[in-house]
């Protein structure tokens, strides 16, 4: 007979600090094992695939894949796809779609470009502008859908084609615009000091440690269920290897011209950082991101709990728009100029490759915001490492493909077992 004093899973936790016993480092360990064999499996796939893809390129380019040089081409050349894809995160978390986003990036790079040549504004005009044309944008789809009615895949599969004719308009056929504003230049092509890359690594982390060991003594001190000490001291040092690691190798020499040094963390860097932050707090510390989720798992339970379901889907949709402006911006600053292609071509499909190759489903409901960071670097390690290897464009498109589809399996799969075992 059993002697354990460990309530029932069902028994409400309660208030009084200390009264529920907390699991040990090994039991955190068993827990997530259980989770994972439950159908939650999280980034984990993802996570795994990014590792085997890394290694398996670094296996065949080993002179080449893992440079400085390289690493820093990852991130930049990644960056456009990663910032549409943290928006559309917010819209498959409600379960809906937007074709659009990779075109309002074109129509908000086209802004900028025009502010910034055609009407003489300084940079913080032009930037201000294309983020206005993202959130009206986005304002509109949102209404369309949460308010009218319309399906999401038409509305934003018409806006779709209606924005590619508005990037016609504005630069015209075979047209372009090239930029000279020093410092939308250098958003995607100059570096951070050295020194400014190891500060700001070592604030991160120490914010990261900070909010961490916070939110664990917090839990600890209200009798609430939280992880291990053990667990977190362990979460912490793996970001500060990984953080740390990354300027470090960044902060290496990687010019190939011994006339001109390139040292230093790229500048889109920290601002992909923060504006992944900035997300990440919206959809884990705030009752907006609560409502997200529930909207997600289910909209009319959500709707008689009294929570206004068309402002949240909106409010997405404006998001996941302004994002896209962001994205606009970061590509318009790689390519230095703006043509009718902006925003076009496989853009889009990377994008959203990328948020559910990470994790997000596709039925809403789950996700975060790492997970289209994580789906972001699949795609470019995709994407980078084939270039490497030599091939095609065609092979490309194949392998990120079929990636795509082994992560939308995963995620059947898991939605599934977690239907059999009772998580969801």
Not at 143 to 156: K, Q, W, Y
Not at 255 to 263: E, Q, W
Request: aromatic share 6%; proline share 4%; charged share 10%.
């Amino acid at each position: 007979m059993s002697t354990s004093t460990r309530p029932p899973e069902s028994a409400a936790p309660s208030l009084l600090a200390g009264s529920v016993e907390q699991p040990t480092f090994g039991e955190a360990v068993s827990n997530y094992v259980r989770k994972v064999r439950g159908g939650d499996m999280g980034s984990l796939p993802a996570i795994l695939a990014l590792v085997v893809l890394a290694l398996a390129f670094y296996a065949l380019r080993p002179e080449k894949f893992f440079s400085a040089l390289n690493i820093a081409n990852l991130f930049q050349q990644g960056a456009t796809v990663t910032v549409i894809a943290m928006g559309l995160v917010f819209v498959l978390l409600i379960g809906e779609i937007d074709l659009s986003a990779g075109v309002t990036s074109g129509v908000c790079g086209a802004t900028l470009a025009i502010a910034l040549t055609k009407w003489d504004w300084p940079w913080y005009g032009a930037v201000a502008a294309a983020l206005v044309v993202g959130v009206v944008i986005g304002t509109l789809l949102g209404t369309l859908v949460a308010r009218v009615g319309i399906p999401s895949f038409v509305t934003t599969l018409a806006a779709f084609l209606a924005f590619q004719g508005v990037v016609l308009l504005m630069i015209g056929t075979g047209g372009n615009i090239s930029i000279t504003d020093n410092v939308i230049i250098a958003i995607e092509n100059k570096n951070l000091p050295p020194w400014l890359g190891w500060a700001l690594g070592a604030v991160a982390v120490l914010a990261y440690a900070g909010a961490s060991l916070y939110g664990w003594s917090q839990r600890r001190a209200r009798g609430l269920l939280s992880a291990p000490l053990g667990v977190i001291i362990a979460k912490i040092a793996a970001v500060a290897i990984a953080v740390l690691g990354l300027v470090a190798v960044l902060n290496q020499e990687r010019s190939v011209n011994p006339v001109r040094s390139i040292m230093g963390v790229p500048i889109v860097i920290p601002l992909i950082a923060v504006l992944a932050l900035i997300l990440g707090f919206i959809l884990t510390r705030t009752a907006f991101g609560r409502h997200i989720y529930a909207v997600g798992g289910n909209a009319e339970a959500t709707r008689r709990a009294g929570i206004n379901v068309p402002a949240v889907r909106t409010v997405c949709f404006m998001i996941c728009s302004t994002m896209a402006a962001f994205a606009g911006i970061i590509a318009v600053s790689r390519a230095t100029s703006v043509d009718p292609n902006a925003g076009g071509s496989n853009v889009l499909l990377y994008a959203v490759g990328a948020a559910v190759i990470g994790g997000t489903s596709l039925f809403g409901g789950k996700g975060r915001i790492i997970d289209a960071l994580i789906g972001g670097a699949v795609i470019a390690v995709i994407d980078n490492g084939m270039g490497l290897l030599g091939y095609s464009s065609g092979v490309k498109y194949v392998v990120t493909g079929g990636v795509l589809v082994a992560a939308a399996a995963v995620d059947a799969i898991s939605r599934r077992r977690a239907r059999a075992t009772g998580r969801l």
